[in-house]
Structure formats: C-alpha cells, structure tokens
C-alpha cells in the first residue's frame, strides 16, 4: 500500500474515531453514567478523584471534550483532589494519545520527509528547541488537546519532552478552573442553590492569554519552518 493510501485511511480512522465518539456522548447516558460514578467515587475521598480523573485517557484517546470532566471534579471534590486528577489524568491522556499518533503516523512523516521538503523542514523545526513551542500550543484553546497529542506524535519530538511541557502547561488553567468552580460549588451548597460558571475576570485574561500563545506559536513556526525549508533546498541544490 502507497504511503499516500496509507495516510488517507489514518485521517479516515481519526474521523471515524472522533465520529464515533462524538455519537456515542450523544446517544448514551454518559451524564447518568458520570454522575453515579462521581457519587460513588466521593465516598472513596480524594483516592476517588483520582479514579475519575483516569476517565481522562478514554476521553483524549476519543477526541471528546474535557471540560465537563473538569467541572465535574472541581465540583463534587473541592479544589485540590481535583486539580490533581485534573493534571494526572490529563496527562496519562495526552501520552496516549501521542504513542498513538507516534506508532501510527510517525512512520508515514519519515518515509515522506525527503520527498516533501516542507514536511521534512516542519519536522525539523518540532524537534529542535520544541520545548517552548509544545507549552504554547497547550496553553492556546484554539488548538485542541487531543489533536494536538496526535499530531506531536507524528513528529520527532520526544516522549517525555512532549509530556513534561503538556503538564507544564496544563498547571496554571487547570488550578484557575478548578478554583473557581470549586469556589462556586461551595457557595452553592451554603445557599443552597445551584452554582452557575460565568467566565471571570482571570479567566478571560487566561483565555487572552491563549489566544496570544497560538498567534506566538503559529509565528514561530512559520519562521523556523521558512528557515529550515531554505537551508534544505539550498543543501540540495549544493
């Protein structure tokens, strides 16, 4: 099979993997399911959040959102146990979601590199210093996590820079999130009415924050690649 055959049936995959999960978190009782789980889980204490957190791993590998996950831990566990299982389970997500990427696409980038040298160039530029790059394309909501983990795997990064950046920059929204949610879970249960998230004042400015993060990182990109695409095709021309 070409290596192009191969890589339509990789994308028809994620499509069909994100179709199905999106479907499925139609279509079954996951609130339902959630909620008893959740119940359950509360009485184990903070051991329990941590249980829930773990559904973080079928979540990214599923291409469904997070946020909800999210809420429902700072809500029903208080702030710590959840930032914890937050960052933990997110984590644990976002490495299988780049082995994935890493076992299923990585083969099809390196074959094709040196007869696309816009790609071999890109690969270039995800390797070296990437660092700094990974934390501001996790910082950013404009590129979701998941795709992100599929994507990143597919190029040489390696595993544990990739991990350590993701949960790096996962700290500073996670905590906020869960602040304020768990802040907003106690006030309910004192006046004994339900708790509404409105975006605050730090959260917009985590979200700006984000935005200036993928316009950095999109920039950077663009000139590193630009960089490395010229130093290769004058080194073939050489």
């Known amino acids: 099979m070409s290596s192009r055959n191969k890589l339509l049936l990789l994308v028809l995959g994620l499509v069909l993997l994100a179709s199905a999960g ?15 789980l959740v119940a359950w889980a ?13 559904l973080y791993i079928p979540v990214c590998i599923l291409l469904l959102p997070a946020t909800a996950l999210t809420y429902t831990l700072a809500f029903a566990f208080g702030l710590w146990p959840a930032f914890f ?18 076992h299923l696409a990585r083969d099809l980038v390196a074959k094709n590199a040196e007869r696309y040298p816009l790609l071999a160039a890109l690969d270039t530029v995800l390797d070296e210093k990437s660092f700094g790059m990974i934390v501001l394309v996790r910082l950013s909501p404009l590129f979701p996590f998941s795709v992100v983990g599929y994507a990143l ?10 991990l350590f950046a993701t949960a790096l920059a996962m700290l500073p929204q996670t905590f906020l999130t869960c602040y ?13 009415t339900e708790a509404q998230h409105e975006r605050g004042p ?14 950095a990182v999109l920039v950077a990109i663009s000139r590193r690649t630009r960089a490395a695409l010229q130093a290769r095709l004058e080194g073939a021309g050489a």
């Open 22 to 36: 999106f479907a499925a978190s139609r279509l079954l009782p996951f609130g339902e399911w959630l909620d008893a």
């Open 153 to 162: 795997g597919a190029t040489r990064i390696g595993f544990w820079r990739h």
């Open 42 to 54: 509360a009485e184990v204490g903070p051991l329990g959040a941590i249980l829930v957190g773990l």
């Open 85 to 102: 299982a937050t960052v933990l389970g997110a984590t644990l997500g976002s490495a299988a979601v780049f082995l994935l990427g890493r």
């Open 202 to 215: 730090f959260e917009l400015a985590m979200f700006a924050l984000g935005i200036l993060a993928a316009v």
């Open 180 to 192: 304020v949610v768990a802040g907003l879970a106690d006030l309910s249960r004192q006046l004994g």
